[in-house]
């Protein structure tokens, strides 16, 4: 089965500053997908990243970018010029094109101190 | 285009109460999805629609919730009775469907108390 391991529980960037998310997966399939998602307080989860596990490159969406690295099953989310909007629990989910299922991490809170 | 619908956004029922939940997807897609969402987790999958049928329940509690999406389009879950325990977020997700856009969209959620 599939796992997604979050393993900061917290983290706190300085505002304009640049901080990295990490998420690490478990599977044995070759076709997937992943996503970070972002969750403001009692607010709604938006999509932030997502990325095709076929494709090397990593994906780029303005100031938020990821490190795929497929043998190491990482992908961790690098936001750059932190704002305080951005502060908000995100989510790193797995989706599995076998069983069309999806599997999230425990999350992390993300603090932006001004 | 408007994104994924559900009501209502707040419920405070007393335990063994029923309670029922709504949820309209994004047009055109055909991928529905219920989730559960406790204080500080992450989304947990309840079931899972494709049109009108339901590929996977296997995480539902069928003692006590069931759901619906009769036309393939809303959905309704439904918890009868209530319990304490049941006190969390209820997402609904939409997604084009299988092959075709596997990202899913969030609605609001509900926000369930038993008291």
């Known amino acids: 089965a599939q796992t997604v391991t979050q393993s900061q529980p917290e983290m706190s960037v300085q505002e304009a500053e640049t901080v990295t998310l990490s998420c690490t997966y478990d599977?044995?399939?070759?076709?997937?997908?992943l996503f970070w998602y972002k969750q403001p307080p009692s607010r709604q989860m938006i999509l932030v990243i997502r990325q095709e596990a076929y494709k090397q490159q990593n994906a780029t969406e303005n100031r938020f970018s990821v490190n795929f690295q497929k043998a190491a099953k990482s992908f961790s989310l690098k936001i750059s010029d932190s704002q305080l909007g951005d502060a908000a629990m995100y989510f790193c989910a797995y989706f599995s094109s076998g069983t069309y299922k999806y599997i999230f991490g425990t999350g992390t809170r993300l603090k932006v101190l001004a | 285009e408007a994104g994924v619908v559900q009501s209502p956004r707040y419920k405070i029922i007393e335990k063994k109460q029923p309670v029922a939940f709504w949820c309209n997807p994004i047009s055109g897609h055909n991928t529905l999805y219920w989730y559960l969402q406790n204080l500080g987790q992450g989304p947990e999958l309840l079931i899972r629609y494709e049109n009108e049928e339901a590929v996977d329940d296997s995480q539902l509690p069928k003692d006590r919730f069931s759901a619906e999406r009769l036309k393939g389009v809303d959905s309704t879950l439904k918890i009868q009775p209530a319990e304490l325990g049941d006190s969390a977020v209820y997402l609904c997700?939409?997604?084009?469907?299988?092959?075709?856009?596997?990202?899913?969209?969030f609605g609001p959620g509900t926000r369930l108390l038993v008291l």
């Open positions: 599977t044995s399939e070759s076709d997937y997908y």
């Open positions: 997700a939409s997604s084009a469907g299988q092959g075709v856009q596997e990202t899913q969209y």
